[in-house]
């Protein structure tokens, strides 16, 4: 066997660099053929790749931090502050809670808060049902109609009807002005059933077996095996659906023509977008409070429920996606 060969396959007790009898260098260029066969995730990072890394890492951050500081900071400024400012803040001035008063004393934006929660809440529960139960259903292959609804399923992900064909159907159910159009037309996703399904085929089916053996019925193995032991990506995927009917606007704007059930994108668009003032008991053309302050408080009301519930999620992101997408 060549010396390359024992280098390669050597224990931890010889040093990479000797020769097959573990005494006298070996050659450079073999240790440099040994070390270069290694994989690049293997390899040890040179100092200026660490130093790449990091930077890269201090401008990601950069680009999300400071938008979101100079919008916090922006909408607690006073008009003097933005005016010496030029517009967005980002060197702290005089502060005032007077955008947040304008914003939340006229109404508006407090009711379209409300419908943007209820239509969360109850969205993501539908969402989680049906996908759950669809996700369950295919992991069993030997359901029934299991491949025809897999591949139907996976159709939806590379076409769609449109637009058009989608509000003939929504109109035609008398769903127009309903809050159950902004819930029904998107309840389900099928990348997220996918991954659900990933990750319910690769449970233990001992487990099922043995559940099945006792008298355990479908029902009772998905409560209380299934649900339980994927805790991780149902929680990710409970937080994909929460955030797209949060960030949702679209289908408000196409299907809601009653202002009073507008949620808060549609608000937030109308105040940022198209410079439509504020109601409110404090006057916004006085110079008390300026209008980009009051636009910027309604993007911090925005995006403030997001940023309090992706915590409690975090911790499970990455594993849920990435098991349930590497095990499916």
């Known amino acids: 066997m060549s010396a390359t060969r024992q280098i390669d396959r050597g224990g931890p007790d010889r040093p990479l660099d000797t020769d097959v009898n573990g005494v006298g260098p070996v050659p450079a260029d073999q240790v440099q053929r040994s070390r270069s066969s290694r994989p690049v995730w293997d390899e040890e990072p040179t100092p200026v790749g660490k130093g790449l890394k990091g930077l890269a890492l201090v401008v990601i951050c950069a680009a999300v931090v400071v938008p979101l500081y100079t919008i916090v900071l922006t909408s607690f400024s006073t008009q003097a502050s933005i005016t010496r400012a030029g517009g967005l803040v980002l060197v702290p001035g005089e502060l005032t809670l007077d955008a947040y008063r304008q914003v939340l004393s006229g109404g508006v934006v407090t009711r379209a808060v409300l419908v943007s929660v209820g239509i969360t809440t109850v969205g ?71 991954i659900l399904r990933g990750f319910f085929m690769g449970i233990d089916g001992s487990l099922i077996d043995s559940a099945r053996i006792d008298g355990a019925g479908d029902w009772r193995i998905l409560a209380q095996i299934v649900l339980p032991m994927s805790k991780a990506v149902t929680a990710v995927i409970a937080l994909f659906y929460a955030v797209g009917y949060w960030n949702a606007f679209f289908q408000a704007t196409l299907y809601i023509n009653d202002s009073t059930k507008q949620p808060l994108q549609v608000v937030l668009r109308s105040f940022v977008l198209q410079g439509v003032d504020v109601p409110g008991s404090v006057d916004v053309g006085s110079g008390q409070v300026a209008s980009l302050a009051v636009q910027m408080a309604v993007v911090v009301i925005a995006i403030v429920p997001v940023l309090m519930v992706y915590p409690w999620v975090q911790r499970h992101f990455a594993s849920g996606v990435m098991i349930g997408a590497v095990k499916g």
């Not at 996700?135 to 590379?158: D, E, N």
Request: net charge positive.
């Open 124 to 194: 993501t529960a539908v969402s989680m049902v049906v996908s759950v139960l669809g996700a369950y259903g295919l992991s069993r292959t030997g359901s029934y109609g299991h491949r025809v609804i897999l591949f139907a399923l996976l159709i939806t992900m590379f076409f769609g009807a449109g637009m058009i064909p989608t509000y003939l159907l929504v109109s035609s159910l008398g769903l127009i002005d309903s809050y159950w159009s902004l819930i029904l037309p998107t309840a389900v996703s099928a990348f997220n059933i996918l």
